[in-house]
Each structure stands twice: as C-alpha cells, then as structure tokens.
C-alpha cells in the first residue's frame, strides 16, 4: 500500500533505534497483523538485552548535550515535527487505521492531536515558569526552577498508536529529557513510521543521537524498564494490571511513574437532558474505535422519567450503524485489534446475561465478505445493573449498560460506584444538577464533562484520572513538570549569614 512505502515502515527485522540508527538485534519476530483484513504487514524484530543496553546507554550520552539546549532551541524542534506531521497527516493516519482498526477520521483525528501537542510543547518551551518568594532573611531571595529528570520511559497501548506517544515526547523533550518508546506490540509499525518521521527532522538539526528512541519489544522490556534505575520517570498507558505491576516496580527503586489506566466511564442522562444531544454524546462513546478507548462510554445512567423514551432513540441508533473497513469512510465502526479481544467481547456478553442482563440489541461476530479477519463484533446494549461484576470490569469493546435511577445523588454515587475514575459526563440543561455534578460531592473522575459525552479530549487539559485509573496527568495545563525536577534555590547577597528561624549559631 502506498502509505507503507510512504512512511518507510516495512523495515526489514528493524524495530530498535537510537534516533537515526537502527540496531541489529536477536529479538523474537513481531508480526503485526492488520485486523481490517487479516493480512500480514510486516515483521518487525523486537529487542534482546543487548539492543536494549546499547539505547539506554546512547540515551544517557544524548542527555548530558541535550538538556544543555535552550528550551526554545528544543522546541523550534518540536515545531518542525508538527510541520512534517502535517506533510504526512493522511499517510500516518491511514497507517494508524489499518494497524489498528480505528476509522479512517479517528485516524486522521490522532494525527491530528500530535500536530496540536507540538503546537502546545512549543509555546511551552518558552514558559517553564519557576516562582520568586520573599525571604524571612535580610538581603536574601528565594526562587525555585525546574530541570529536566533525564531519560524518560514510554509504555504505550495500541488504541491510540501515535497520539500517547506524542503526548509525552513532545512535553519531555521541550523539557530537555529524552525517551525511550516501547509501543505496543500490537502495533509496532505505527511507531517505526513516527521514529522516521522524527529522525528526518532530528538529522536535519543535528539533534544528538539518542534523544529520541523506539524499542519493540513484549512485556519483558517493559519489565526492563521499570526496574531500570537509569529510567527517571516511566509513563504507562494500558489496562490497571500492567499499570499496577509498572508501579510497584518503579516505586520499589524510588522512581517515578505517570500511569493512564482503565476506565469505565459513564454518562448520566438528566430528565432536562437535550436527548437529541445526549444520543450523539452516548452513541459515539460508546461504538468509536469498537468501545477501546480508555474514554469509552460503558454505562448509560438514565432517569426514570425519559429512560424508555432513550432506550427506544439509542436502539434505532444502533440499527442505522455500518460495521466494515474502517478505510471506508461509510462505516462507523471497524473491527477489534485481534482475536483475543474478540474472544474477551464474547466472554463479557455471557458473563452480563449470566448475572441477569437483558440485551436489547444483540452482540455477535460478524462473518462472512468483508469480515474474514474474524474482528468484527456488533456493538450491543445490555440492561443491567451497577453492581454486575462484569459492570464493575472495564471491557475493551463495544458493549454498553443501561440503568436507571430517580435522585441525581443516586446517579452519582452509581457512576462514582466503580474502581475505575477516568471520564465522566452528564447531560442536562439544569444549571443546579449541572454545577452539583462539577462540585466536590459530584464526579471523582478526573475528568468531568456537561452536555459533551466521555470520548475524546483537547491537548490543552491535563488528561487523566484517578482511583484505578492511576492518577497521571498527560497532555495540557501543567502537566509538562511531571517530567521535570523542582529545585528551590536561595541566594544571599549580604556580606552576613543569619540563620532561618532566628536561630544563634555563634563561633
């Protein structure tokens, strides 16, 4: 396909670099298999200890040059990147929706979202603001700057390919640290194509070697990793199992972690609510990306009022939906990442019926022309309740639950009411319900949402949430001195040396 050739991914046995370099390696092969059609794409050899060693050791040379540039320096950079992102936009994102599945316009969206963080890191770069404070002491200042940590981990997972990876280098490297990619490796040709497209622009500028590097590999370099204590901060994005075993390991050597985890968002459709609005919101939640997002909607909260009058809306809804290559730009959804995923969609749909669940739109695999990859799931509706195991789990599909309630205490505490506190929403047109859903006894999701749905963030908020969901911040507002050191520094010009405190010390 001419995006491949395009973007240089098919890279033969090639899935470890240093910036420009590409290492030899005795790694296993990665085949990435494309889920719109089955097709191989490419193999990809992945990592051994010794390839590893060889990035760790040139990201630590590249450091000590890089965070010695000027921050604007660094971000001139960035900006050059955002420009060549926009030369390639249809490419990668194409790339991005055949690897993984998403919809052609998601795809394109991702891209999207790496252009806007490099428009962000920029005007970032020249506003790494400290604070001046007034000394108890005569003829003293106080003030605090921020450093750059130094080599900075990245574990990424194959629903947003590109754009989580953007999110954190472009902040990280405008901040003078460099990184260390280990994409999924579900999805290791998308980020071969970023690692060129950065290389290009890094060759150019006489970047250091080592700033900017990618290995593929399975969970044992993530292990790596996290356990390695040259790894200043490591940012994991992916499920609460592998962000709670990243944790541990990285704060049983005192380092630091930026975990994006799980979510089981919900949106609460208020009496007042604009249905027409709300559909929209809850509808595209819920089936964008085939339901894996970490942002998808998984339960519907519905007051008892306009509860069957929605129900009816949101089942038309799904009947109008077109299921098939997400190239197509007709369809709305396109197929799982694979067939485990696939596998765990069928295990969810018995576990909710065995628990008393009462599907009002079937799910199933879809076969026949069009679907050979064996991907391809209906998005479904289930009546359920808050407290099904299977409602309390985060499932990466396209299966929604419905559920009334009468109090907007009560749709609350049932949205409140799961591990999970990634995204939350509520339609109403009420000013009351909709400042008591904002306030301190309202949503504890760090992110909470009026009148839009759970599904899709700006750059320009810190993105992330709490509870299982792990508590990081990504992306907008002051988000970046996550990836940097704070250092309070007094300064005393007198020709004295009194103490804090008015303490005496006398010689």
């Not at 194959?158 to 405008?174: D, H």
Request: one cysteine or more; aromatic letters at 8%.
């Amino acid at each position: 396909m001419q995006f491949l050739s395009q973007l240089q991914v098919q890279q033969k046995n090639k899935g470890v670099s240093t910036g420009t370099k590409w290492l030899s390696s005795k790694g296993a092969a990665i085949d990435s298999y494309s889920p719109v059609d089955g097709q191989l794409i490419a193999s990809v050899k992945s990592a051994d200890k010794e390839s590893y060693e060889a990035v760790v050791q040139q990201a630590q040379t590249a450091f000590a040059e890089w965070r010695t540039w000027p921050a604007p320096k660094r971000g001139d950079i960035v900006r050059q990147i955002g420009e060549e992102l926009r030369l390639q936009k249809h490419a990668l994102g194409q790339l991005v929706s055949y690897e993984m599945g998403k919809s052609l316009q998601e795809g394109l969206g991702e891209v999207q979202e790496m252009i806007d963080i490099c428009d962000f890191a920029v005007g970032l770069s020249r506003q790494l603001h400290g604070l001046t404070m007034h000394s108890e002491r005569p003829g003293h200042r106080m003030y605090e700057q921020y450093h750059p940590l130094g080599i900075v981990g990245i574990i990424s997972a194959f629903n947003f390919p590109v754009a989580v990876w953007s999110w954190n280098t472009t902040l990280a490297w405008v901040c003078g640290d460099v990184c260390i990619w280990k994409p999924s490796e579900k999805t290791p040709l998308c980020a071969i194509a970023c690692q060129n497209i950065t290389a290009k622009v890094f060759k150019k500028n006489n970047v250091p070697e080592g700033v900017n590097n990618l290995i593929v590999g399975d969970r044992i370099v993530g292990e790596w990793m996290s356990n390695d204590t040259r790894i200043a901060l490591v940012s994991a994005t992916g499920s609460t199992r592998m962000g709670k075993a990243v944790s541990a390991a990285v704060a049983g050597r005192l380092g630091r972690s930026l975990l994006e985890l799980g979510g089981n968002n919900a949106i609460i459709i208020s009496k007042d609510a604009d249905l027409d609005m709300a559909l929209i919101g809850a509808a595209f939640g819920a089936v964008g990306t085939a339901g894996q997002r970490c942002t998808s909607t998984r339960r519907l909260i519905i007051h008892e009022k306009v509860y069957n009058k929605f129900k009816d809306k949101l089942v038309h809804a799904y009947g109008q939906l077109k299921i098939g290559d997400p190239l197509n730009e007709k369809n709305h959804v396109g197929p799982l990442i694979d067939t485990m995923a696939v596998e765990m969609y069928k295990d969810a749909i018995e576990k909710c019926k065995a628990e008393g669940g009462n599907f009002v739109v079937e799910g199933g695999v879809l076969k026949g022309k069009g679907y050979e990859s064996g991907c391809y799931v209906k998005p479904c509706i289930a009546e359920a309740k808050n407290s099904y195991a299977i409602v309390q789990h985060e499932t990466f599909a396209p299966i929604l639950y419905l559920m009334k309630y009468k109090t907007l205490e009560e749709a609350i505490a049932m949205q409140n009411g799961v591990p999970q506190g990634l995204s939350s929403a509520i339609m109403t047109n009420n000013l009351r319900e909709a400042e008591q859903y904002l306030s301190a006894a309202g949503s504890d999701c760090g992110i909470a949402n009026v009148n839009i749905g759970t599904s899709g963030a700006e750059i320009g908020g810190a993105f992330g949430g709490e509870k299982e969901t792990g508590g990081g911040r990504e992306s907008g507002s002051d988000a970046w001195k996550v990836y940097m050191r704070r250092q309070t520094n007094t300064i005393n010009y007198t020709d004295k040396l009194p103490l804090a405190q008015g303490i005496k010390f006398d010689l």
